[in-house]
């Protein structure tokens, strides 16, 4: 699957003066500048493309899944602090999580996660990467779906 190139990185928050900001906990900057799942996966099960058009964030994130379960996780892309520490973050979360986990998971469980409320200024750039991850569950049960029902 081929997406467009990556836009500029996100413009929202990007400074060292904006990320030394009182609602940055030290988590956010250390896997901002340390993000965790950075890469590309080959033969994902599936991948998606998430844009966060109020500041430019831009992720492609790539999803193993078997037997119902988050095998591997990457992503890649740039953005502010929050959007990249919270993909960062979310898929340390996920990884080993099962479909229906991901399902259930909300803004609440994404806020415990980041261990801040980035309020609702930011919050487009901290959802996105969940907004990508359930997008890629979606993708995934959509396509096991069809296949069962064409065996019916
Ligand atoms: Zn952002």
Redesign the pocket.
Known sequence: MQFPPLKRP?T??TSAENMASDIYAEDIIAHYEHPHNKGKIQNPSESVHEF?P????DIVLYVEIEKGKIKDIKFEGS??A??MASASMMTDEVKGLTLKDIESMGVEKLIEVLGIDPGPA?L??ATLSLRAIKKAVLQYEKKEITKEIKEL
């Open positions: 996100g929202c928050f966060n109020v500041c430019g964030d953005g502010c929050i959007s930011r487009k750039c």
